[in-house]
C-alpha cells in the first residue's frame, strides 16, 4: 500500500499559500511579506504513517510541480492513496485537485485531515471525490486508518474517522484520544524538497526549519479554532524530547528555527530547561517562538536571547481594551505595552498580530489600533480583517445571523483577511471600508521615515539584507496598491 501525502499548490491565482495546521491558508499578510513556511504537520503524517510498515512519499507542488506533472503522466501508478490537509480556505482548491486525480486515476483512495474536515464533516463527504475524512489529530488515525485499508478490515474500529459505506450512508466513528506528544516520532525532514530555502522576512539565517512542541493553547479566544481541534487540555512535549529534535535539526545543517506553537512562552519551566541545555551545549540554533503578552517575563526573555531567540511573536490583536474583552483575549494593552517595552530592552525583535473588525469595531477604534501599534513600535506587524472560522464561537455568531455562510468555504486562499467575509454582521462595517482600512494600516506602519531608518541601520549581513529587501518590495507594493 502505497500513500502520497500532498501539499497542493495555490489554486486560482494565489502564490505563496501558507497552510498551518489548524487554520490551512493561515494569513494573506504572509502573501504580503512574502513569507514561506516549510511543512510541517504534512511530514509529521508521513513520519508515523510509516513507522507502520505502509509506503509513503510527499510533494511540495509548489516547489516541485514537475514530479505531480510526472504523476498524472504515468496516471499514479504506484500510488494507492492520497491524503492533504484541507482548511475551509482551501477546500474548494482541494476538491478540485482531487477531482483532476480522480479522473486521472478514478480507484485511488482520497482522504482529507485538517481544520474543514474536523468542523465541516458533511460537507467534504457529500463530494464524491472524498473517500475519508480525518477528524481531529490526524497522525494515529492515519496510521489506523491505512492499516485498515490495507488489510481490508472492518472500518467501524478505526477512531476519528467519517466515511460512506457502499449505499452512500456517511457513518462518523467514536471519537480518538489525543496522543501523548512524546510519542510522537521526530517528523523526517529528508521527506522534504531537497535543497529548498524556505523564504521568511522574519528570519535571520537561512536554511530554518519549523518545529513543534505543543498542542493547544490555554487561550479562550472566540476567533480560535486550537481548543476545539486540540482539545482544551494543553499538551507539550518534554524538555528532553525537545533537545532531541533540536539535535537533529542542527545535525541536517538548518541554522534557525521557528517554533509554531500556538503560545510557546506558557511553558515557562520547561523552556527554562531547554535554553539552559542550548547554552550548555553552545548549539548556535537562532530561533523564534510564538508568545501571549501576559505569558512572559524579562528575566525568561534574557535567558531565551542567550539561547539563540531573536525574535517574539504576540497575538496583540487590537488596541481597545473592549475589543480584547469582546474577543475573550484574557490579556491588556498594558499589558502589551510592557512587554513591547521589555523587548526592547532585552535586544529581542517583535512582531505584532492585529486583527480589524471584531465585535465591537469602529473606524475610531481602528484608527487607535494603528497609532496603538506604532507606539508599541514592534520590529514587524501584520494586519487582517477577522475572519469567522468554522469550529469557533465567531463563526457560530456569523452563521447564526446568516445561515448562508454554509460552511464557510466562500472565503478563499485569495479573499482570506483582506476582504470582508459576513464582515458587516460581526462589526457593523462593510468589507471594502476593513479592505481600506488594512492598506491604510500597512502603509502608516511601514512606510515611516523612522521605521525605515531603523530597519536599514540594523542590517549586519548581505543575506539579512536581501531578506528585508525582498519583503520590503513586497509590502510596500500592497501598501501602494492593495494587491497581494
Not at 514537475?66 to 503522466?73: A, F, G, N
Not at 486508518?145 to 456517511?170: C, Q
Amino acid at each position: 500500500m502505497n500513500l502520497l501525502v500532498l501539499k497542493p499548490s495555490s489554486g486560482g491565482s494565489a502564490k505563496n499559500i501558507v497552510r498551518d495546521f489548524v487554520y490551512g491558508c493561515w494569513c494573506n499578510g504572509r502573501r504580503i511579506g512574502g513569507m514561506q513556511m516549510p511543512p510541517l504537520n504534512e511530514i509529521y503524517v508521513a513520519t508515523h504513517v510509516r513507522a507502520s510498515g505502509t509506503g509513503v512519499s510527499f510533494i511540495d507542488e509548489q516547489l516541485e510541480p514537475e514530479r505531480m506533472t510526472s504523476l498524472y503522466r504515468e496516471k499514479f501508478r504506484d500510488i494507492d492513496a492520497i491524503t492533504l490537509m484541507s482548511s475551509t480556505q482551501s477546500f474548494k482548491d482541494d476538491v478540485r485537485v482531487l477531482r483532476r486525480i480522480k479522473e486521472t486515476k478514478p480507484h485511488i483512495i482520497a482522504i482529507l485531515f485538517g481544520s474543514h474536515p474536523t468542523f465541516m464533516p458533511d460537507y467534504c463527504l457529500k463530494e464524491e471525490v472524498v473517500d475519508f475524512i480525518v477528524l481531529r489529530e490526524p497522525e494515529e488515525t492515519m496510521r489506523y486508518l491505512m492499516k485498515a485499508i490495507e488489510e481490508k478490515t472492518s472500518l467501524k474500529e478505526v477512531a476519528g474517522i467519517g466515511y460512506r459505506d457502499h449505499e452512500g450512508t456517511i457513518h462518523y466513528n467514536r471519537e480518538r484520544e489525543f496522543m501523548d506528544l512524546n510519542l510522537l516520532s521526530i517528523p523526517d525532514r529528508s521527506f522534504l524538497t531537497s535543497g529548498a530555502d524556505y523564504f521568511n522576512p522574519v528570519v535571520r539565517r537561512l536554511p530554518y526549519t519549523t518545529i513543534q512542541t505543543s498542542r493547544g493553547c490555554p487561550g479562550k479566544c472566540i476567533f480560535c479554532t486550537s481548543p476545539q481541534f486540540y482539545g482544551r487540555k494543553y499538551r507539550f512535549k518534554s524538555a528532553e524530547k525537545v533537545l532531541e529534535e533540536l539535535r537533529e535539526i542542527k545535525r541536517l545543517g538548518y541554522r534557525e528555527v521557528f517554533f509554531r506553537d500556538e503560545t510557546f512562552t506558557a511553558m515557562k519551566k520547561r523552556n527554562i530547561e531547554i535554553c539552559e541545555a542550548m547554552i550548555r551545549e553552545k548549539m548556535d540554533l537562532s530561533w523564534i517562538a510564538n508568545g501571549r503578552v501576559d505569558m512572559i517575563d524579562k528575566e525568561t526573555m534574557i535567558l531565551m536571547k542567550r539561547a539563540g531567540c531573536h525574535m517574539l511573536k504576540f497575538g496583540v490583536e487590537t488596541g481597545s481594551d473592549e475589543i480584547l474583552k469582546n474577543y475573550k483575549k484574557g490579556t491588556t494593552a498594558v499589558q502589551a505595552e510592557k512587554v513591547f517595552r521589555e523587548t526592547r530592552e532585552t535586544g529581542l525583535e517583535t512582531h505584532a498580530h492585529i486583527v480589524i473588525g471584531g465585535p465591537g469595531e469602529t473606524p475610531e477604534t481602528i484608527d487607535n489600533t494603528i497609532s496603538f501599534v506604532k507606539k508599541l513600535d514592534p520590529d514587524s506587524a501584520s494586519f487582517g480583517i477577522l475572519t469567522p472560522y468554522p469550529g469557533t464561537a465567531l463563526f457560530e455568531m456569523a452563521a447564526g445571523k446568516h445561515p448562508e455562510i454554509l460552511d464557510g468555504s466562500d472565503s478563499t486562499m485569495l479573499n482570506l483577511h483582506t476582504e470582508g467575509f459576513f464582515s458587516e454582521s460581526i462589526c457593523g462595517i462593510k468589507g471594502e471600508e476593513l479592505s481600506k482600512a488594512v492598506v491604510n494600516a500597512y502603509r502608516r506602519f511601514y512606510l515611516r521615515p523612522s521605521y525605515l531608518l531603523r530597519r536599514l541601520k540594523g542590517i549586519d549581513s548581505f543575506e539579512q539584507f536581501m531578506i528585508l529587501a525582498i519583503a520590503g518590495l513586497n509590502i510596500f507594493r500592497f501598501s501602494m496598491t492593495g494587491n497581494k
